[in-house]
């Protein structure tokens, strides 16, 4: 990326009653500040709390997650 370039663009999508999708070039550190990911195009983080394996998913929300509480909307 040189000068000027816009930074990549990530995108997060909030899966109905699942996970987070994270799309794009991103790094995931944990609390030390330690890498957890950095593979990155595609992480899918854990919205239930229930993952074996936080802060991934673990498809454990398939058991039985709402995610439907409302957020508000911007374009
Ligand atoms: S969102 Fe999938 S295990 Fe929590």
């Known amino acids: ?12 999508k909030v899966r109905r009653d699942g996970p987070l999708k994270v799309s794009g070039p991103v790094r995931l550190v944990d609390h030390d500040g330690l890498v957890i990911s ?22 454990s929300h398939r058991l039985g997650f709402d995610g439907t509480s409302a957020c508000p909307h911007s374009s």
Do not use: N, Q
């Open 1 to 12: 990326m040189s000068a000027g370039d816009a930074p990549p663009e990530v995108t997060i």
């Open 38 to 59: 950095a593979a990155g195009d595609e992480l899918v983080l854990c919205r239930c709390g229930r993952s074996a394996v936080k802060p991934f998913c673990d498809g």
